[in-house]
C-alpha cells in the first residue's frame, strides 16, 4: 500500500474548503516521534482548519495498535459534543 500512495499528493487546500464548506470536524491521531509525517504537519493543521482536534501520542509514525484504543476513547469523552453533526 505505502508504495502505491508514494506519488499520492493531496492538495490539503482542496481537502479544508470541502470540510469547511461541510462543517465536518476531524480528530487527527499524530505521533510525537513520527518521522514520516512530522509533528509540525499536526501544528499546521490545526492551524489551517480551526474544526480540527490535532491529539499527539507518544509514539512513532505505527500507530495502529492496542495504545491507540485509551487516547481515542478519552478524546470522545472528552469532547462529544466534537463529533456531534451541526444543525
Known sequence: VARSLQSFKPSLESIFEALEARKIPVA??????????????GTLIGQMYP?????????????????????????LKEIPKFFTKSP
Open 28 to 41: 487527527v491521531f499524530l505521533g510525537k516521534r513520527d518521522e514520516v509525517i512530522p509533528p509540525k504537519v
Open 51 to 75: 474544526n480540527a482536534h490535532i491529539i499527539f501520542l507518544e509514539k512513532g509514525h505505527l500507530l495502529i495498535d492496542p495504545d491507540l484504543v485509551a487516547p481515542f476513547q478519552q478524546v
